[in-house]
T-cell receptor, first 111, second 117 residues
Framework: GIQVEQSPPDLILQEGANSTLRCNFSDSVNNLQWFHQNPWGQLINLFYIPSGTKQNGRLSATTVATERYSLLYISSSQTTDSGVYFCAVETTSGSARQLTFGSGTQLTVLP | KAGVTQTPRYLIKTRGQQVTLSCSPISGHRSVSWYQQTPGQGLQFLFEYFSETQRNKGNFPGRFSGRQFSNSRSEMNVSTLELGDSALYLC????????????????FGPGTRLTVT
């Protein structure tokens, strides 16, 4: 099956710093999503981005599908940005579909 | 619009028992998927339902089963619980309407945290 690798696995930043999280995948995908998992376990949708670039406030994401990677940029980080960031790619088999997740990047933003 | 809801939020069971978890998708969403999250294995796909039919299943033993009702609500069942079944179980819904080549964003519920003792 498809492999999804995220880097770095852990990242510690000072408040106000910028960061780039990377997601590599091993095969063609239908779409790609970025999530932030809050301390209670819920996955919060950040971006639905099969290709191209999107921005939402201090966050932006770029997916280069032909080169099989996606980047999540966090600018001017805040302590509330702490948590685990997952990328997930969707693969299909006929009409069936599923998300395959990377192992996540644990982000800690220090005050 | 209300998000995906899951009940119960927390559950403690004993080895050998069975458990049923419930998921109500976002109104209008007909596709429901289930995922298991553990510290060792990460987030893994369990199954996907659309129009009351299971369309896809992940690599889990037959003790894991599910179903979807006509109102798109879904339940998953785990029989003969093992300690390794302790996990966060997440449900996701999407607006998928049946087209093969069409993809839709998935939205997740808050999860059910199952502890097996």
């Amino acid at each position: 099956g498809i492999q999804v690798e995220q880097s770095p696995p852990d990242l510690i930043l000072q408040e106000g710093a910028n960061s780039t999280l990377r997601c590599n995948f091993s095969d063609s995908v239908n779409n790609l999503q970025w999530f932030h998992q809050n301390p209670w376990g819920q996955l919060i949708n950040l971006f639905y981005i099969p290709s191209g670039t999107k921005q939402n406030g201090r966050l932006s994401a770029t997916t280069v599908a032909t080169e099989r990677y996606s980047l999540l940029y966090i600018s001017s980080s805040q302590t509330t940005d702490s948590g685990v960031y997952f990328c997930a790619v969707e693969t299909t088999s006929g009409s069936a579909r599923q998300l395959t997740f990377g192992s996540g990047t644990q982000l800690t933003v220090l005050p | 619009k209300a998000g995906v809801t899951q009940t119960p939020r927390y559950l403690i069971k004993t080895r050998g028992q069975q458990v049923t978890l419930s998921c109500s998708p976002i109104s209008g969403h007909r596709s429901v998927s289930w995922y298991q999250q553990t510290p060792g294995q990460g987030l893994q796909f369990l199954f996907e339902y659309f129009s009351e039919t299971q369309r896809n299943k992940g690599n889990f033993p037959g003790r894991f089963s599910g179903r979807q009702f006509s109102n798109s609500r879904s339940e998953m069942n785990v029989s003969t619980l093992e300690l390794g079944d302790s996990a966060l179980y997440l449900c996701a819904s999407s607006y998928y309407t049946g087209g093969v080549a069409i993809s839709y964003e998935q939205y997740f519920g808050p999860g059910t945290r199952l502890t097996v003792t």
